[in-house]
């Protein structure tokens, strides 16, 4: 299986900053009103950026489902 | 123009061409139309079986995002068109979003009839506390004493329980999640829809803002946390009543199945076809 990443699609984001207050690991910032996926190598693939993100903008993928 | 960036589900489900949709940044109706799209999906049905019905509203903006069969109707009268759609064809899954004001002001009428016919309606209610799209007016689900453009001293009415409303007038599904609690919404969902009846589920949303902002609330995330630290699941008070003191309660509240609607109408169709 392909190896996970985590991707941004910063046309539809809006910089609220709920990404970034729920991330556990400090991954994501908000830079120039936008987030930022500043530190990915940080990431656990938890989830909870794209659980909440409002917007469809953050998520991941690779992996399988039960993962 | 096909957008590819992003989710397997948003591509399945969403018309993301007219994608990103209008709502402020770090409203939950996104993270709750998402809870409604992935239960859809859980439950496993076909996108041609399902018709999303809203009313007028922030929250109903939803069903534009949505690639099912969709409608969007007059302020209040979604549950109106939604039982005639499920009349005309009730093999149709027909949900309806609506918001606080759209159910329970414009709408209430339509909302206790529907429940009290039990007719195989998922309802879901974005409830973000507030008219959002018209400028910030309190609506039936402001809390007492908050406050809104139309009630700069404090709001005195008092607010609706929609819950308990809905299960008062015969919703024989009744349930309520948040948007930080995305999960249970998301399971909410799934049995509303897997319900033969009138299903209730009440989704607390969030209004950064106009709610937040007129009651210092807190960018987005603080008002996430607020749900975190002030809800409290209905199993958890029924053990330990002391912890529900003074908290929002959520999770399942009822779940009684009784005779469907258009079941009980096919009933006297057959009669006379005999």
Not at chain 2, 5 to 14: A, G, I, L, V
Not at chain 2, 24 to 31: A, K, L, N, Q, V
Request: glycine fraction near 10%; proline fraction near 4%; hydrophobic fraction near 35%.
């Amino acid at each position: 299986m392909a190896e996970k990443s985590l991707l941004q699609n910063k046309d539809w984001c809006k910089g609220c900053g709920v990404c970034v207050g729920f991330c556990p690991k400090q991954v994501l910032v908000i830079e120039n009103e936008k987030c930022v996926i500043a530190y990915p190598e940080k990431c656990i693939f938890c989830g909870q950026c794209e659980l909440r993100c409002p917007d469809n903008a953050i998520y991941i993928v690779g992996g399988t489902k039960d993962e | 123009m096909t957008n590819t960036n992003c989710n397997e589900m948003t591509q399945k489900y969403y018309r993301v061409d007219r994608m990103p949709h209008i709502w402020c940044p770090g409203c939950g109706h996104g993270t709750l139309m998402n809870t409604v799209v992935r239960a859809i999906d859980k439950v496993g049905l076909n996108k041609d079986d399902v018709v999303v019905v809203s009313g007028i509203g922030c929250s109903s903006r939803a069903p534009g995002y949505m690639d099912f069969n969709t409608l969007h109707t007059t302020h209040g009268r979604a549950l109106a068109f939604a039982t005639g759609i499920k009349m005309a064809n009730p093999k149709l899954h027909v949900i309806v979003i609506m918001g606080d004001g759209d159910s329970s002001a414009i709408g209430g009428n339509h909302l206790i009839h529907a429940a009290r016919r039990n007719i195989d309606i998922t309802t879901i209610v974005f409830n973000n506390n507030i008219y959002g799209m018209t400028g910030g007016q309190f609506s039936p689900t402001t809390p007492y004493g908050d406050f809104a453009t139309t009630a700069p001293f404090g709001n005195i009415d008092k607010a609706f329980d929609l819950c308990s409303l809905a299960q008062g007038a015969g919703a024989t599904y009744v349930g309520r999640g948040t948007a930080y609690h995305a999960p249970l919404m998301q399971k909410l969902i799934e049995k509303g829809l897997e319900n033969k009846g009138f299903s209730f589920i009440e989704g607390l949303s969030l209004c950064p803002t106009y709610y937040g902002r007129k009651n210092k609330k807190g960018n987005a995330f603080k008002m996430h946390s607020y749900f975190k630290d002030n809800c409290v699941d209905i199993k958890v008070v029924e053990k330990n009543p002391e912890k529900g003191e003074n908290k929002i309660l959520i999770g399942e509240f009822y779940n009684s199945p009784k005779t469907e609607y258009t079941e009980g109408y096919q009933v006297i169709i057959d009669k006379f076809q005999k």
